[in-house]
């Protein structure tokens, strides 16, 4: 049988999750399926089993599974007895701003799939209980909406992070040194600081002090993703930011940003929202009212 990519559709604009509690009453085996995005799973009640990267996961109440992006899993209840369970699907790259972007290269998969991190859960206790705890209020949050419950997920979703990152005996997420992270600073500042303008890798060579070919290689190595992407990527949260707060034309956001050139700029815009830049704004801003 052909796996089924599942398209996932997020409720609020402003966040790029989509989580729900999900009831089965009966024997349901839930085919090969993939997404784009990571996936937790939080057993409430009964038992569920999850097949994923060669491995079948028998989860019990209180037990949580990762799913890494775009992995291959399925599941499966058994008999009559009822399961409940919350499902956690989430946007990585979403939860990264300028002062946690070097933590994204964690999580990019190139040497391991996210889903090897479930040792974790197995065998930590503690690291499966604040797990837990963080899905289920990010579960309460999303149902109640109260004022700034989008900044509450937020702070959940990196609090998960921070656990598996910090709970890791194998080391299998912090692959690099922090001193790497160190000496890529200046050129991560050297973006910042030039959003408005042109960023050249030839600079961003001169100030890491390295050949063009060893830092193209190195910060690939470094932050998960080319030196381009990550300036493509801070100039289109820029102009997010633009659109929602300032009074600007898309041209003149375009300009704000050093990307002048329209069809370059949607074609960015498009790659990290899905969306046209007014698209975005009108989703975003008829979702504040």
Not at 7 to 33: C, F, M
Not at 82 to 111: C, G, H, P, R
Request: net charge positive.
């Amino acid at each position: 049988m052909q796996a089924r990519q599942e398209k996932i559709e997020y409720e609020n604009p402003l966040l790029s999750i989509k989580v729900w509690q999900a009831t089965r009453h009966a024997d349901l085996l839930y085919g090969w399926h993939h997404h784009p995005e990571c996936e937790l799973l939080l057993v409430q009640s009964g038992r569920l089993d999850v097949d994923v990267n060669g491995e079948t996961h028998v989860m019990r109440e209180g037990d949580v599974v990762v799913l890494g992006s775009s992995q291959l899993h399925r599941d499966r209840s058994y008999g009559d007895d009822q399961v409940q369970y919350l499902v956690l699907q989430f946007d990585l790259q979403a939860f990264f701003d300028q002062s946690t972007i070097s933590y994204l290269q964690y999580f990019n998969e190139t040497k391991v799939p996210l889903s090897a991190m479930n040792y974790l859960f197995k065998e930590n206790a503690v690291a499966r209980r604040e797990t837990a705890a963080c899905i289920a209020e990010i579960y309460e949050e999303a149902r109640r909406k109260e004022a700034g419950y989008e900044l509450a997920v937020n702070l959940l979703i990196k609090k998960i992070l921070l656990v598996m990152i910090r709970h890791d005996k194998m080391g299998l997420l912090a692959g690099q040194d922090r001193v790497e992270r160190i000496r890529l600073k200046p050129v991560l500042d050297y973006v910042e600081s030039g959003i408005t303008g042109r960023v050249t890798v030839e600079d961003a060579c001169r100030l890491a002090n390295m050949s063009y070919y060893y830092f193209v290689k190195f910060f690939k190595k470094a932050m998960g993703i080319s030196f381009t992407e990550y300036v493509n990527f801070r100039k289109i949260k820029t102009a997010e930011q633009l659109l929602l707060t300032r009074d600007l034309s898309v041209s003149e956001v375009g300009d704000r940003i050093g990307m002048p050139n329209m069809a370059h700029f949607y074609k960015m815009f498009k790659r990290f929202n899905h969306c046209s830049p007014k698209e975005f704004q009108r989703k975003m801003l008829a979702w504040g009212r």
